[in-house]
Every structure is written in C-alpha cells, then in structure tokens.
C-alpha cells in the first residue's frame, strides 16, 4: 500500500543506492530521525503544537482592539437630523429629508446589533441596504473592524464639502474628455481655473498654487502626478494562464446623464428600483472618467489589484528585497513567499480592510452621498428649504454650468442606480485598492521601470507607445489606488476626502496583516520595506 510513511521508507532506500553502503546506513538513520518527527521541526509535535498556540495568541493580541483608540464624528448628524446624514432605501419626505422615525429604527438596529432589530428598519421602496451587520464581524486574521480609526470627514456645511461638490460637478460635465486632452481642453481650462479659486479645495496645485488642468481629478504624492492620469496597471495585458487578456471595458454610451430630474432623483433615494444602463457597442481601453466609472461599477473587490499581481509576475519584475528567498542558493517561495502567498494575503488584506471600512461606514460617520447633498444644494437653490450650504457651491461655475445643461443643480450621475445603499465615508474602493496595493509594494521592487508604456489611442480602440519620462512600479501601484478610488467620484457617487481616507485605512489594514502573517513562517526574514502612500518608508 502507498502511503507516506512508505513514500518516505522508498525515498531512504533509493537514496541509500545512489550513495552505496555507508550512505544507505546514515540515509536510513536520517530517515528515521525525520520519520520520529513527523516533520514537526525541533521538539516533535507536542513542542510545536505549544509553539502554534503562542503565534495565535499573538497575533491575536495583535488584533485585539486597543483601548485608546477614538471613533470622533464630525457631528453633522446630531446639528443637522435628518439632512446631513446618509439615508438613501429609507423613506423620506418630498424634499428627500429622512422619515425620522424609520432613521430612529436604523440608530436602534446599529446601537443594538441584534439581528431582529435590523428585519425592523423601514424601507422607501424595493432595494436593500447593504450589509450593516458587516461592520460587526471579528477578523480572525488582521486588525479587529472597530480598531482602525478615521479622522472625520468635512462637515456639511464646511468651504471643504462644498469645494468637494464642485469638483464632483466638473467630474461629471468632463466624463466623455479623454485624459490626454485635459491639458489643452476648453472645459478642462475651465475646471482649473474654477478650482484654483477654492481656497479649502485639497487637491494637488503645482501650478504655482494653482490646480493645472492636466493635474485634474489626481492624487497628490507618490506617482499621481507622473505620466498619464491612468496606472499602467490598467492597461497592461493581462496573462490569465493559458489565456492572455486585453483591458478593455464594456462601457456605457457617451452623453448619459441620471437622476437628473427632481422625481427620479427622489424615487433613487427612496430605494426604488432604477433602469439599466446603455453601453457602448466596441469594448475600449479606459480613456475618459465615463469608462472609468463603468469599470469600478462592474468590478468584483480586489480585481483591479489581483489583475495587476498577474501582469506584475508576468513581467518577470524583481521581488522586494526584504523577501526570504531573493538571495537563497537552494530553494524559491511558493506556498510561502510565493505566487500562492501572494494570492491569499491579497483577499485576506482586502477583506480585513473592506469590514475596517464597514464599521466606519455604519457605526460612527453615517456620512451623506454626494447625490444626497446635491439634493439639498437643489432643494435650497430653488427655495424650497434652507440649509448650510457653503457660499462656493452656489456661485460657483461648475454648478452653473450643470443647471444650464439640465435646468437642475442635482450631480449628474453615471450609474442609473446612483450610489449604493451603504454610507460614503470612506470609499470602500480605495480601502479595498490600497490594502490590495499595499500587498504588492511588499511582493515587488517599487524602483523598478515599468516595460513599454501605452496610452490609449483617444478612441480606446487601441494602445501607443507613451513617450514620456520612466514609470516605477511603485509610482503606478500609487497611482493605481487612486484611479480605482475617483473612478467611483468620475460617477458622482464618493467625495475626494472619501477616497483619500480610504487610502488612509486600506493602507493601514494592510500592513497589520503583513505584521500579523509575519508571526507565522519558518524563514529568517526581517519583513518587507516599503514606501507608503505618504512617501514615507516603513518595514512590515
């Protein structure tokens, strides 16, 4: 009969042949010795299962929640009940105010937690919230969800949200421009000049303090602000063995607007349930914030960084120098340190960092969507109520420019549902894309050139040749991160501060994972250095 221990009795022999007499004796005692052990290691199994008892309990000491951390709101829903707090699937009233008894159920079902009381929520229509019982869970591996803390977003009425608004309309009013045409669009000029005017708006400004018009819409620091708008990573073929696959997208058809009318916009805030979308009829390469958009709506939760593990081993891009097996004479990681590491730690990483993200969403910011606020920046401009709203908005070119277009300042948005049943802050795409990024700088060399950057021809039908300076590896994974982020902004669904607390929390879940996985391997090995999204440089 074969089995392990005869396996293990045939190799022995075998070897002893190879090696003759004396080798068979020593080979057999070898044999037995490692037969003894099992291969537990030193000590036999008794010893290591002690020794596996001691890593859980550590990294669970490692994840357990710390007792200073603080959860602060920015107090917008207790100063404004019912107007600047997220509410989309409840019922509300004509002007999109909240039913305060259904939000009352709501508070009582987060405060509680039971089960029984989340059945009890009212809702406006036929669409479900999602998943607020999320937040609660307990990461077996990771940060527990509540010991991630956030600064608080902007307040509602706050020159900050307000600046925020108004990109997001100039998102909208640009989503059919190519990227490569802002630096010399009239619309994008426009944009820029309307930004730089904001004095609380927190975007890159390298004009001289002023926002440039091929700078729109990107993130400050790392390599945001190189090269093209779009990571290479989202261009790149993708090599899916055995098949090789292009990125292109089925987008949606150019020139559509939603919820633009004051009935639809509040039938969507109600929950009931929207059209579909129309699409292009040729798949393209990303060029535009339409296709962006269209592809973070369609996305499952970590594609965007598992596709790029696969293009990045394809390549053949150096590993980081931290890992163990980068100078090893006799043997190459696999089931650790290895492809197959690499794979699990990506859907542990973004998991840990999706259910941090939830707890934040439901049980301490609640913050309102940008379609909820432009509701109320309407609901004020036509008179029909007072609210807060930051001068900026009202006289600003962007709004102007969208109510000329639509005869409604409500936020023009890319998805007929408009956002999800779930609160803004943060973005769960840019939680779940750092802490996805955050895995590959620790897998792979950041200073490494990226081969052969493309752009996409201007109607994404094809790729060329980018001419320009040399892309890093870590500068694209950068970059990547906020491109998955603001594609969910390019569709008027997240706030600029959504995206980049997310970024904040991914990154920071992430590397408590890497600290945690750390405990739990054989190798001599010190942990992964690498450079955050803030520039600084730290080991995990």
């Known amino acids: 009969m074969l089995s392990r221990r005869n396996l293990l009795r045939n190799g022995a022999a075998l070897a002893g042949v190879a090696l003759g007499g004396r080798g068979l004796a020593a080979a057999a005692a070898a044999g037995q ?5 099992a291969g537990a290691g030193a000590g036999g199994l008794s010893a290591r299962s002690r020794r596996a008892a001691e890593v859980r309990a550590a990294a669970a000491r490692m994840g357990t929640h710390p007792s200073d951390v603080q959860h602060v709101t920015n107090g917008d829903e207790a100063a404004l009940p019912g107007v600047a707090c997220y509410s989309k699937g409840l019922p509300h009233d004509p002007l999109g105010v909240v039913d305060g008894a259904a939000y009352g159920l709501l508070l009582r079902a987060l405060g509680s937690g039971e089960p029984r009381d989340f059945e009890a929520i009212p809702l406006g229509g036929f669409v479900k919230l999602a998943n607020p019982q999320a937040g609660l869970a307990f990461n077996l591996v990771g940060p527990d969800p509540a010991a991630v803390a956030l600064q608080p977003p902007p307040r509602f009425a706050s020159a900050e949200q307000g600046a925020e608004l108004i990109e997001l309309y100039w998102q ?82 150019a020139g559509l607007d939603y919820m633009m009318a004051h009935e639809a916009w509040l039938a969507c805030q109600n929950g009931a349930i929207a059209g579909v979308n129309r699409f292009d009829e040729q798949p393209r390469h990303i060029r ?106 009202l006289g600003s070119e962007a709004m102007a420019e969208v109510a000329r277009r639509h005869a409604s300042a409500l936020l023009p948005q890319a998805y007929p549902e408009g956002c999800p049943t779930h609160p ?92 945690e996985v750390r405990l739990t391997g054989n190798e001599l090995f010190s942990g992964f250095s690498l450079r955050r999204f803030d520039g600084r440089r730290v080991t995990a």
């Open 33 to 37: 010795a490692g037969a003894g052990a």
């Open 172 to 253: 909208a009013l640009l989503r059919d421009v190519p990227f490569g045409e802002y630096g010399s669009h009239p619309l994008a000029r426009r944009a820029a000049a309307d930004l730089s005017a904001l004095r609380d708006f927190k975007a890159p400004r390298s004009d001289g303090g002023r926002v440039a018009p091929g700078e729109l819409f990107r993130g400050g620091g790392g390599g945001c602000l190189n090269g093209p708008y779009l990571s290479q990573f989202l261009y790149k073929e993708i090599f899916l063995p055995p098949m090789r696959v292009a990125q292109k997208v089925r987008t949606a058809a």
């Open 288 to 393: 535009n914030g339409r296709d962006l958009g269209e592809f973070v709506h369609r996305d499952f939760s970590y594609q965007a960084a598992l596709d790029t593990a696969l293009v990045l081993l394809k390549l053949g891009v150096p590993g980081n120098g931290g890992n163990p097996y980068m100078h090893s004479r006799t043997q190459a990681g696999f089931a650790t340190f290895g492809p197959p590491y690499l794979f699990y730690l990506l859907a542990i990483a973004t998991q840990v960092a999706l259910t941090a993200s939830w707890y934040q969403k439901w049980y301490v910011h609640r913050r309102l969507r940008p379609e909820e606020f432009a509701g109320r920046v309407e609901m004020h401009r036509l008179g029909r109520a007072r609210y807060p709203v930051a001068g900026e908005v």
């Open 424 to 515: 803004s802050y943060p973005a769960a795409h840019a939680v779940i894309a750092a802490a996805g990024v955050t895995v590959l700088k620790a897998f792979f060399d950041g200073a490494y050139v990226v081969p052969n950057p493309v752009v996409p021809a201007p109607d994404g039908l094809s790729l060329v040749p980018h001419g320009g300076p040399p892309l890093t590896i870590g500068g694209e994974l950068d970059k990547l991160a906020w491109n998955v982020g603001m594609g969910r902004n390019f569709a008027g669904i997240h706030w600029r501060s959504d995206v980049a607390a997310g970024l904040e929390m991914g990154e920071a879940a992430a590397l408590a994972v890497l600290r």
